[in-house]
Structures are given as C-alpha cells and as structure tokens.
C-alpha cells in the first residue's frame, strides 16, 4: 500500500498547500516599464490577476528597483505582451485564462481620469507618469542633498 502526502512540497515560507488547490503551475515574467528586467516567479493557473500585481509589486519594492511604484494594486494594469489586440486583464479574471506568460505592468494615468475613460469606465490612456525611465532616475539621485553630521 502507496500513501500519498496531500500536501506539495513546493511552498513559500513554510506554509504547506494541498496539492488540490495548487492547479496547473507556471512561471511568467512581468516587464514593469522604466526598470531594469523582468520579474519573473511561479503563479498557479487560478491565481486572479490583483494577486500577481500585488505580488509583482512586493518582489519589485524587495529588490530595491527603480521607478518606486508603491503598493496600490488598483493603480495598475497587466496587459499580455507580445499579444497584439489583447486587452488588459481584470482584477479578477484567472492569469492562465489566456494562455499567456509574458505580461507587462502599466500604471494608470491619474491626470483628468474622468475625461479619459470610455464608455465601459475604464482607463483609454495609461502611462507610467510624467518623470519615468533613467533620466527621471538620474535626476533624482542627483538632486538628493547630503547631508553632514
């Protein structure tokens, strides 16, 4: 007689998950635009795509990279990359749902938000803000004033 642990060993933290409510694993990769590479880590099939954005966004803050972005997941949208003609996910549709791996991070432009979403309420214009990329980083790092004791 076989017995089979019900739990897998693949777990974050020392948490243990039933094998059941695992699904279908996958790595995908997030592009944030404005930093430096992917983000790249494993999601079951049925994880809902606020999870990933707000996991995205954790692993983004725990290396240090820049642009900082914060933590409001709302402020975000996952599109699918490389998919021409895709729209962005929903906050709760599943990340397999499409098929797809490879996704990239946008933030919503907040500027007039009322004049720039259609008819169905979302965002038509996104961004990732006025000062982004390297120079937007540069000029940063260079204003900071040090300070002496």
Known sequence: ?????SYHPMTTKGKKRPISSCGE????????IGSAGPIRFV??????????????????AREGRLPILGFDVTAFFLYPA????????KGTEAIGSRGLRNFVLCKINNINSNSNSN?????SSITVGKHSGWRAWLQKSLSIKILSH
């Open 43 to 60: 999601v079951s099939k049925n994880d809902k795509a606020d999870s990933v954005i707000e996991t995205v966004l954790k692993k983004y």
């Open 1 to 5: 007689m076989i017995l089979v642990d």
């Open 82 to 89: 490389n998919a021409a003609g895709f729209d962005a996910l």
């Open 119 to 123: 008819s169905n309420g979302s965002p």
């Open 25 to 32: 694993r996958f790595l995908i990769s997030v592009n944030v």
